[in-house]
């Protein structure tokens, strides 16, 4: 069954003491919500952030991990090591990621084995750029991106796998897609996944949409059929704007 979900993307903000106060304001105010709610802190404050957070309903979820399960990877992050300081979920295929450094299709492929591999839930982002939608391209590059990294996937591993939409054009520059694009391309996802696959795995997966959800649009794009949540940045560096969508389910 799909779930609501509402998950906060930090990126590179908050340093160690910035995430223990945002972290305790959060604690506070989710105490019944009706979505799964998870908050991504930068790597150096997982481990604080997963022992602030012991016995809330909130998850703390990782930004990105390596594809390899050690080794001569100066700088990177593996799944093993995520999961010995209590993470069970990561986001994988950011644009920003994409754009700043060079994640491919291929690439991503294999972070999806590494982390299905270890039990690890994945946060699939894709999404397509100004360009291709000024060109009426957005459904192809999307279908593309999930295709290239996800279909050699077993119907099974979408157990584990939540989509995230995030049109590039809308992501920290205050343009949302319409409520009507939103769905319109989640619609369009479901579909090729019910291609691709079957009606259960299309039906099942919770898709996201991220890039700009505020607190003043994110009751109508969650009230879109197709909708299953957000991946919010800015607006979850702040708990009252972070709640206050959280709380528009
Ligand atoms: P904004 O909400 O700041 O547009 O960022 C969206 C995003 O990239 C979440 O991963």
Aim: proline fraction near 2%; aromatic fraction near 8%; hydrophobic fraction near 40%.
């Amino acid at each position: 069954m799909r779930k609501n979900i509402v998950a906060g993307n930090w990126k590179m903000n908050n340093d160690l003491s910035q995430t223990e106060t945002l972290l305790t304001a959060i604690k506070q105010q989710t105490q019944t919500t009706n979505a799964e709610v998870m908050v991504a802190p930068t790597f150096v404050n997982l481990y604080p952030a997963v022992n602030t957070l012991k016995e809330s309903n909130v998850e703390v979820i990782a930004q990105n991990m390596h594809f390899a399960a050690n080794g001569a990877y100066t700088g990177e992050i593996s799944a093993t090591m995520l999961k010995s300081v209590g993470i069970e979920t990561v986001i994988l295929g950011h644009s920003e990621r994409r754009a700043y450094f060079n994640e491919t299709d291929e690439l991503l492929a294999k972070k999806v084995d590494a982390a299905l591999e270890n039990g690890i839930r994945i946060i699939f982002c894709f999404g397509e750029e100004l360009a291709d939608r000024k060109a009426n391209n957005q459904e192809t590059i999307v279908k593309s991106q999930i295709a290239n990294a996800l279909f050699h996937l077993e119907a099974s591993a979408f157990n584990n796998i939540i989509l995230a939409y995030e049109p590039v054009w809308a992501i920290g520059t205050g343009e949302t897609a319409s409520p009507e694009q939103a769905q319109d391309m989640h619609q369009f996802i479901r579909q090729t996944l019910e291609d691709k696959y079957n009606s259960e795995v299309a039906n099942n997966v919770s898709i996201l949409y991220g890039g700009s959800v505020k607190p003043a649009n994110a009751k109508e794009i969650f009230s879109k059929p197709d909708v299953d949540g957000g991946l919010i940045g800015g607006a979850s560096l702040k708990a009252d704007d972070f709640f206050a969508i959280v709380n528009a389910f």
